[in-house]
């Protein structure tokens, strides 16, 4: 293991990223969550169920028991108190965060097949999934109650993601439609424009549609040897100031079958959906996006993993290449920020749990 | 090559009167065009009497985790569960929700050990049975079938292939071209199965008497070989164009066609009923594809979605009508896939300790023969290959696979001598 370090007025450089922790994990690792409030990082595995890791002892505790398949969707309310998991079963789980023995508060079969992706609304009202079941699910967070579920996707939802303010729910599918939908479950219909109102615009009388923003063409593609689709959102996170979309996963793909195809993150315009600028790699390099995350100061960080190894790519100001990349022991699947946003988190398929520190090493 | 008549064997007497006979339905042309039909009738006289086969090639090499032998929880078992089936304790992959409610017609062999990883070497062993060895060619399972179960008169290829777009066949090598598969690229009739619009059904005629006549001629002063086997092509070539309607799909109902899905496999599987009740002794169907050595578990939900239901239906339709009793079911690849999960989400081939399934005509209905490890890395109990699951194939339909076939007087074993059926599977 190698020790952590205390780095809360370090100066970020994203040059200086380097390893400050890892961890083994008894299986391949699938996903992270940084929680809030910087105590835990909650892991998936190739296992039942997720893990808490406490980030000052180190310690591991097992959280299972609903889950029947393994979980990829993990997140936090803000204030830290309740985590979701949502299981390749297709079950949504409430947990409390921090109790020593965590059991669940409530299990809910939410989709039929996968859940994909889970977020949480900003003022923690409100959980989303989406899943091979093609639908989106707006959840309340204190009753456990299905608020909206939203259909029109026709393929796998592979993400789901709200605005910073909260107003807008973003799913995206597997051949890269996206929809925008009003996060507080409360749809008028499915017409354009964004926003309809016929009042003066209060917080009781704005009427919020849902409207499709053009298909990222170059996330998907049909390979028509293997006879299969490829594609997805498997990584999506808004910018800041929630002006654009990221949409990570691969593109070129000549070989669906090998995992031939490039890493990619297209930046997408809310407003219209027009792709700003695609990230990648400089040298191509085989593999997909698996998380991607703007930083306060304005760059991107985006996770690969594939046949060209594990990577983390920094990107800035619209600029499709990168400005600095870091080769990772291991393939990244998952990745996560911390709260303060100096240190990145990602799960490893190499059972190990890896923080990087976005700033130089102590002397 | 100038034919050896001395040898007596029954492949120029089946030539010979093949021959003859194809002639004459030559010379009846199209008017044979109602000799078989998909009429329950027909099904009925079928029923009991002529055995056929029907091969479903997952092509790319199936995860055995992902359909037949699941291991839910395991390090090895991936994030699919494990769902009960129409056989009490019996499991599958819950990726097969269809199928599992038709396994009390089916059985699942869950211990090959064919001791290889490759694609091509796979595919041929599989489908003959036989150890792959370089220089050495075996005639397809199709091959056999259709030289060993064919009826005379039989105006139909005795062994159809239906695939997607893409090359490969099942070669009869010493059994000679005839018995080699005719292909349905897309599930499409075989090439040149209609009649030119600007040839006339009189002028056809004509056309084919006079053939006939002058193959008789010489048939009568110079007969070789080839020009039997050209002859009999004609008469295929014929018969076919007699038949053309078995090989068109639109002639189902839509119910039928809704009910087996619009996918490509779902209407190739619907193509293989219509030609099993039209009697024709092999029948099979590839479904691509499988080699998930990326995302193995996004690509098994596709490609097994698509398998499922149409596969299942087929099933049902088969027993309902009867016909399960004399059709042998075959489920199979090149082999399975890693149970090490890659950093990818991959699978990579696999064939140490994966699944074949088998069903229908007197195979022990339920069955589960021999099981692998905890987490699927080896075989624990009745150890098969290639070899076993040809044996028990052909011995399932009524052909003696210990026999040999005598070829201008040279003998070549049915099937590979050192192995066996897998006799409890055999009622």
């Known amino acids: ?363 | 090559m100038k034919c050896q008549y001395a040898c007596g064997s029954t492949e120029h007497v089946t030539n010979r009167r093949r021959f003859v006979s194809g002639i004459a339905s030559s010379a009846a042309g199209l008017g044979l065009g109602g000799l078989l039909t998909g009429n329950p009738a027909i099904a009925e006289q079928l029923k009991g009497k002529q055995k056929r086969i029907l091969n479903v090639f997952l092509h790319g090499g199936v995860s055995q985790l992902e359909s037949w032998d699941p291991k839910p929880g395991t390090d090895t078992g991936g994030p699919f569960r494990a769902i009960p089936t129409s056989v009490p304790g019996v499991h599958i992959s819950e990726l097969l929700p269809y199928t599992a409610k038709q396994m009390h017609h089916l059985a699942i062999v869950r211990s090959l050990d064919t001791k290889n990883n490759d694609h091509a070497r796979g595919e041929v062993e599989m489908t003959t049975g036989h150890k792959q060895i370089p220089g050495t060619d075996y005639p397809h399972l199709g091959a056999i079938a259709a030289k060993m179960l064919t009826p005379q008169r039989f105006p139909l290829p005795g062994h159809i292939l239906i695939r997607g777009a893409g090359s490969g066949s099942g070669k009869a090598a010493y059994l000679g071209p005839k018995y080699a598969s005719v292909v349905m690229n897309d599930g499409k009739p075989p090439q040149f199965t209609e009649r030119p619009a600007s040839l006339s059904v009189e002028s056809d005629l004509r056309r084919n008497q006079l053939r006939a006549r002058f193959n008789d001629r010489f048939a009568g002063r110079r007969r070789t070989a080839d020009t039997d086997a050209y002859t009999f092509s004609y008469d295929q070539a014929q018969d076919l164009l007699s038949q053309r309607q078995v090989f068109e799909l639109e002639r189902e109902s839509e119910v039928d066609r809704e009910r087996y899905g619009k996918s490509e496999f779902g209407q190739h599987c619907l193509m293989a009923r219509r030609l099993l009740e039209h009697g024709v002794p092999f029948v099979q169907v590839n479904h691509s594809n499988y080699d998930t050595h990326h995302e193995n578990f996004d690509f098994h939900i596709e490609q097994l979605g698509e398998f499922d239901k149409p596969f299942a239906m087929l099933v049902e339709d088969l027993n309902q009508r009867g016909l399960l009793e004399d059709t042998l079911i075959c489920v199979m690849s090149e082999f399975g896939r890693t149970p090490q999960i890659n950093a990818r989400y991959g699978r990579d081939h696999w064939g140490k300790s994966w699944s074949v399934v088998l069903g229908g005509c007197g195979i022990q209905r339920g069955a589960v023969i021999g099981s692998t490890s905890d987490n699927g890395t080896e075989v624990v109990d009745r150890v098969v290959d290639h070899g076993h699951i040809v044996h028990t194939i052909l011995q399932a339909v009524g052909i003696d696979s210990t026999g040999e076939f005598n070829i201008a007087g040279r003998k070549y074993p049915v099937a590979d001598p050192a192995k066996g059926s897998i006799g409890e599977l055999l009622a």
């Open chain 1, 1 to 363: 293991m190698i020790a952590s370090h205390s780095a809360q007025s370090a100066t970020i450089e994203p040059e200086k990223t380097h390893v400050v922790l890892e961890h083994a994990f008894p299986r391949p690792l699938t996903a992270c969550f940084w929680e809030p409030k910087n105590r835990y990082i909650f892991v998936g595995s190739e296992d039942l169920g997720i893990s808490r890791f406490h980030l000052e002892s180190k310690e591991i505790v097992a959280m299972v028991g609903p889950h029947e398949s393994w979980v990829r969707a993990i997140a936090s309310t803000p204030d830290g108190q309740v985590t979701f998991s949502g299981g390749y079963d297709g079950r949504l789980v409430w947990w409390p965060t921090d109790a020593e023995k965590p059991e669940p508060i409530r299990v809910v079969d939410a989709h039929q097949g996968w859940i994909r992706a889970l977020a949480v609304s900003p003022d923690g009202r409100r959980v989303a999934t989406c899943g091979n079941d093609l639908a989106v699910k707006i959840w309340d967070v204190e009753s456990g109650e299905l608020i909206q579920t939203h259909s029109g996707h026709q393929w796998h939802v592979y993400n789901v993601s709200f605005s910073p303010l909260g107003e807008w729910l973003v799913s995206c599918d597997l051949r890269g439609f996206i929809k925008v939908w009003p996060a507080d479950g409360k749809v008028a219909d499915h017409a354009s424009p964004q926003v309809a109102t016929d009042q003066p615009a209060t917080a009781d009388t704005v009427k919020l549609i849902s409207r499709d923003l053009p298909q990222v063409e170059s996330l998907y593609k049909y390979d028509t040897t293997f006879r299969a689709h490829i594609g997805g959102a498997r990584c999506m996170a808004f910018s800041k100031d929630g002006s654009r979309l990221a949409v990570g996963g691969v593109t070129n793909v000549t070989n669906a079958f090998a995992g031939i195809g490039n890493f990619a993150v297209a930046l997408v315009n809310v407003a219209d959906g027009i792709v700003v600028v695609q990230f990648g790699p400089k040298e191509k390099v085989n593999g997909t996006a698996w998380g991607i995350a703007q930083h306060n100061q304005g760059f991107w960080t985006g996770l690969g993993g594939g046949s060209g190894g594990g990577w983390l790519y920094f990107w800035r100001d619209d600029i499709a290449e990168e400005f600095f990349k870091l080769k990772l022991k291991s393939d990244g699947r998952g990745m996560a920020s911390s709260p303060d946003e100096i240190r990145i988190a990602v799960a490893h398929a190499d059972r190990n749990l890896r923080i990087y520190a976005l700033h130089s090493a102590p002397a």
